[in-house]
């Protein structure tokens, strides 16, 4: 029976051939260097200014004017950020079965190896753009608070499952104590066995929903503190939530007769080659793909851009309408084609995101070849999209387990400086060994196989403890 970690090596490369090149690199540092070192010149993105604009007003908005200047100074010189996690609060996942892929640890300690790169080029802030277009009950989600080790609360209700996070209507606390019951008792119970410091940590989060007039506003404000926590004091977390700005970036551009999405989507032939193209991407969305999505409402006024494709007039003119009527939103893939193509940002995300974001590169060519915007592909080509932040991993507790949120909570640990040090040391191929398990359950319920093939427990050596 085949035991070796090697096999399992082998399948991640053969299941996600784009992460083969981090097994080459001696350190995370070398292996991630490049988009930390991304910054396009104005002429070669069109609406590259623009969209810095809108980035630096929109953490302006949810951080403050001091914050968004010092993040507008990174963003002159390194023009990315990590997009790996969903519109989420660090958790554990409630379960440990295989009937959904498990990936909380991987995106926690993602979004931490980007905080250590951070800190090694002399950035004070670790940018992450996450996208809130999943429902509430995600694993990756912010429909779940943990205070305690042992306290896992759902803060936004069942009815709200098919919902769009971006949509929510905003967390009101005082109002969810007085009419969720459960939810109270709840919470009282993870209050009373809290330690000192994790009441700290839920009050502060709580004085932050209160501050916010958005649910996804409250929950990347809150990500971001709770992150910091774990972070040395000279890093600091902050996120923010792409579909409250995609919309009108794309409605703007789309609105330019010389953007190649304008070019696209004013042809019928480009844009029928475009939509099948998009099509057939390889993601891990189940959805048909199409560039927009209806933004919808039932009975019970939950409002959802999942779940019905727009399949309407899409000339440019419609489509710009539409966008700043709230009618549809942008699909992920439509919103990663408008940063990797219009703006020339660079997004950092997980095995599957670089998957798809080659793709998206591969269309890309295509529609500038036939819109005769040459210069453009070669720009393009220079923009390093195969680099995954979520899947190597670097964290692993005393017992030998990947290291996740509720190990933070329960150790009380708070990473140092050595630490991330250590971090962007680690080999790649030692990185992905200690993803190992998680790859194994997430290719495994991914396929609907089981294999003989098991992971092994990786040697501790190397590792950040917890």
């Known amino acids: 029976m085949a035991t070796d970690n090697d096999t399992w090596i082998g399948r991640v490369l053969r299941e996600r051939p784009n992460l083969a090149a981090i097994l080459s690199f001696s350190t995370l540092e070398e292996y991630?260097?490049?988009?930390?070192?991304?910054?396009?010149?104005?002429?070669?993105?069109?609406?590259?200014?623009?969209?810095?604009?809108?980035?630096?007003?929109?953490?302006?908005?949810?951080?403050?004017?001091?914050?968004?200047?010092?993040?507008?100074?990174?963003?002159?010189?390194?023009?990315?950020?990590?997009?790996?996690?969903?519109?989420?609060?660090?958790?554990?996942?409630?379960?440990?079965?295989?009937?959904?892929?498990?990936?909380?640890?991987?995106?926690?300690?993602?979004?931490?190896?980007?905080?250590?790169?951070?800190?090694?080029?002399?950035h004070r802030y670790s940018v992450s753009i996450s996208s809130g277009s999943v429902g509430p009950c995600n694993d990756n989600s912010g429909g779940y608070l943990q205070i305690t080790p042992r306290s896992l609360i759902r803060i936004v209700p069942v009815s709200y499952d098919e919902a769009s996070q971006f949509l929510l209507p905003r967390f009101d606390y005082a109002s969810w104590m007085k009419n969720n019951k459960e939810g109270a008792r709840a919470m009282r119970q993870a209050e009373q066995e809290a330690t000192p410091e994790q009441r700290v940590r839920l009050?502060?989060?709580?004085?932050?929903?209160?501050?916010?007039?958005?649910?996804?506003?409250?929950?990347?404000?809150?990500?971001?503190?709770?992150l910091s926590c774990i972070l040395p004091p000279d890093v600091t977390q902050v996120t923010i939530d792409m579909d409250q700005f995609m919309s009108s970036v794309i409605a703007h551009i789309l609105r330019d007769e010389s953007s190649v999405m304008h070019g696209i989507f004013a042809d019928a032939q480009l844009r029928s080659e475009y939509i099948e193209a998009q099509k057939n991407v390889k993601t891990a969305m189940r959805d048909n793909h199409m560039p927009f999505n209806c933004i919808t409402t039932n009975e019970?006024?939950?409002?959802?851009?999942?779940?019905?494709?727009?399949?309407?007039?899409?000339?440019?003119?419609?489509?710009?309408?539409?966008?700043?009527?709230g009618e549809i939103a942008p699909h992920t893939l439509t919103q990663y084609f408008a940063y990797q193509v219009e703006c020339g940002f660079c997004t950092v995300g997980g095995m599957n995101q670089i998957q798809y974001m080659s793709s998206v590169r591969d269309i890309a060519k295509n529609m500038l070849l036939k819109l005769s915007k040459p210069e453009r592909i070669t720009a393009l080509e220079g923009m390093p999209i195969d680099k995954a932040s979520m899947t190597p991993c670097w964290g692993m507790t005393k017992s030998g387990r990947t290291a996740d949120y509720v190990d933070f909570l329960e150790s009380g640990r708070r990473l140092s400086d050595e630490d991330l040090e250590k971090i962007v040391h680690l080999s790649g191929k030692r990185s992905i060994e200690l993803a190992l398990p998680h790859l194994e359950m997430f290719f495994q319920v991914e396929s609907g196989e089981k294999t003989e093939a098991s992971v092994k427990q990786t040697s501790m050596e190397d590792y950040v403890l917890i």
């Open 32 to 122: 991630l260097q490049p988009v930390f070192e991304w910054n396009p010149k104005p002429h070669q993105f069109p609406y590259q200014q623009y969209l810095f604009d809108v980035l630096v007003a929109e953490f302006q908005r949810v951080y403050g004017q001091e914050m968004a200047e010092g993040i507008a100074e990174q963003l002159k010189y390194t023009f990315m950020a990590e997009t790996a996690g969903h519109l989420h609060l660090p958790r554990r996942n409630d379960t440990g079965t295989q009937e959904k892929t498990r990936i909380n640890a991987m995106v926690l300690q993602g979004q931490i190896l980007m905080a250590a790169m951070r800190r090694q080029c002399g």
């Open 203 to 226: 009050q502060k989060v709580l004085s932050i929903f209160g501050k916010q007039d958005r649910f996804s506003d409250q929950i990347v404000a809150a990500h971001a503190y709770l």
């Open 300 to 325: 019970r006024g939950v409002r959802s851009a999942r779940g019905k494709s727009y399949e309407g007039d899409m000339s440019p003119a419609v489509l710009v309408q539409k966008l700043e009527n």
